[in-house]
């Protein structure tokens, strides 16, 4: 049996944070996981109905640009652990509005190391363990490569948009908790996730509702942009792993050596949906529609993760087409949760069901 800890998850409620909720609860019965978010449009406590009544999970509503709350909670709870997912998770948004994105991605993170290191200089051994802060990154902090190459740990920062903006100055903050104060951080920075739960507006889950209801498929420029998807389930065990093995102060690259050509990428996407909606094949390339490219559009991200697979073991475990396959399976069958994500209607019934416990 696992020693007892107790695990402040943050951001549990969205894509990542509830597939990493939901692998930490069921693996680990010993541990009290509790799942600190403020239920932004990106956070549904519907994405974890299937873990929401086990004795060991614990939800907190709070916003991590609010200090006060975030000491509450430690005081009151007394983590050992911290698992750092919160965010504002979408370029396009932070185009339009990058200051949201400071809040939450810079203060919220500041805030959230400042609480834990204060806690934990009074509390050393919280639960007998010792204390770690997890931060979980993303490789758009290296900025974009070209045809060429990969991003390896060493890779110097230079972030593009205003979200990798704000994921680059949270990183860096991490780190200078870690040399500066001796805060025990680990740093993971992975790139683009796909699979279920992932909210209506990302490029995969937004052209699998657009191909069902037969509405355009907008593809950005010419489709030229390369990502490296992983499978959302490979990354929640990269975070287990990393959370568990990995050594204090250094950072772990994730990703699927699985690079793919968006256009590349929405023409497979179309294949698998003909198949699974009985329609003659080509039937929904024909909703491509090619738009305004996105202001300062990166190029190519591409992940070297050989740091994390020979050190700490990790490997991913899908092929592409299958775990595309699984995805859009899983859409065409929650159909309900995609209702309910876009129109708030489960947050307003658990929201009742919370106030009567
Ligand atoms: P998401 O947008 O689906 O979920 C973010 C969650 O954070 C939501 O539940 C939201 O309610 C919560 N949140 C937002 N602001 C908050 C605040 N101020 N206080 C408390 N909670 C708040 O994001 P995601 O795609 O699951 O990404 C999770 C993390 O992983 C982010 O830090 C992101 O930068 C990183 N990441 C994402 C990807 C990807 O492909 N999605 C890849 C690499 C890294
Ligand atoms: O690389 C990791 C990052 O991946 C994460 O840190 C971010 O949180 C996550 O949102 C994701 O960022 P991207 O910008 O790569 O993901 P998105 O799904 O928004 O876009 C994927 C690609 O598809 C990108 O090249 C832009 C393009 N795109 C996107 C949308 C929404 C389109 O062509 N059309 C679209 O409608």
Redesign the pocket.
């Known amino acids: 049996m696992e020693t007892a800890r107790k695990i402040l998850i943050?951001?549990g409620?969205?894509?990542?944070?509830s597939h990493v909720v939901r692998l930490f609860v069921n693996s680990y019965p010993n541990y009290t996981i509790f799942n600190?978010?403020?239920?932004?449009y990106?956070?549904n406590l519907e994405n974890l109905r299937d873990v929401e009544s086990k004795p060991n999970y614990q939800f907190l509503k709070?916003?991590?640009?609010d200090a006060a709350a975030l000491e509450d909670f430690f005081a009151k709870y007394g983590f050992d652990g911290v698992i750092h997912?919160?965010?504002?998770?979408h370029v396009d948004r932070s185009i339009h509005g990058p200051t949201q994105f400071a809040q939450?991605n810079v203060i919220?993170t500041v805030n959230l190391l400042n609480v834990a290191k204060n806690y934990w200089a009074h509390n050393p051994a919280v639960n007998g363990v010792k204390n770690r802060f997890y931060h979980?990154?993303?490789d758009e902090v290296y900025g974009s490569l070209g045809d060429e190459g990969l991003f390896t740990e060493e890779t110097p920062y230079d972030p593009r948009s205003p979200y990798s903006a704000s994921?680059a100055s949270s990183d860096h903050f991490v780190r200078a908790f870690y040399h500066t104060y001796k805060l025990p951080v680990v740093i993971s920075n992975?790139?683009?996730?796909y699979g279920s739960y992932h909210?209506p507006e990302k490029l995969i889950p937004l052209a699998i509702h657009n191909i069902k209801n037969n509405f355009p498929i907008p593809v950005y420029g010419k489709g030229e942009n390369v990502r490296d998807w992983l499978f959302v389930e490979d990354h929640a065990r990269a975070i287990d792993v990393i959370f568990h093995k990995g050594v204090n102060g250094e950072t772990y690259n994730i990703g699927g050596h699985n690079e793919w050509k968006n256009i590349d990428l929405i023409y497979l996407l179309c294949k698998i949906m003909d198949t699974k909606l009985g329609r003659p094949e080509g039937t929904s390339a024909k909703l491509i529609a090619f738009v305004k490219d996105r202001a300062g559009h990166d190029l190519r991200y591409a992940i070297n993760s050989s740091k994390l697979q020979r050190e700490l073991g990790w490997v991913p475990s899908l092929q592409f087409e299958e775990g595309l396959e699984k995805t859009v399976e899983w859409y065409l069958s929650n159909q309900d949760w995609l209702h309910h994500v876009t129109s708030g209607d489960y947050l307003k019934y658990y929201e009742t069901q919370y106030h009567q416990r």
Not at 13 to 17: L, Q
Not at 36 to 40: A, E, F, V
Not at 62 to 65: C, F, H, K, S, Y
Not at 190 to 193: F, L, T
Request: hydrophobic share 40%; proline share 0%; net charge negative.
């Open positions: 943050t951001g409620a969205g894509f990542i944070g600190l978010d403020t239920l932004t990106a956070g709070a916003d991590i640009t997912l919160a965010a504002e998770s939450t919220g979980v990154s993303t994921k992975c790139s683009n996730n909210f």
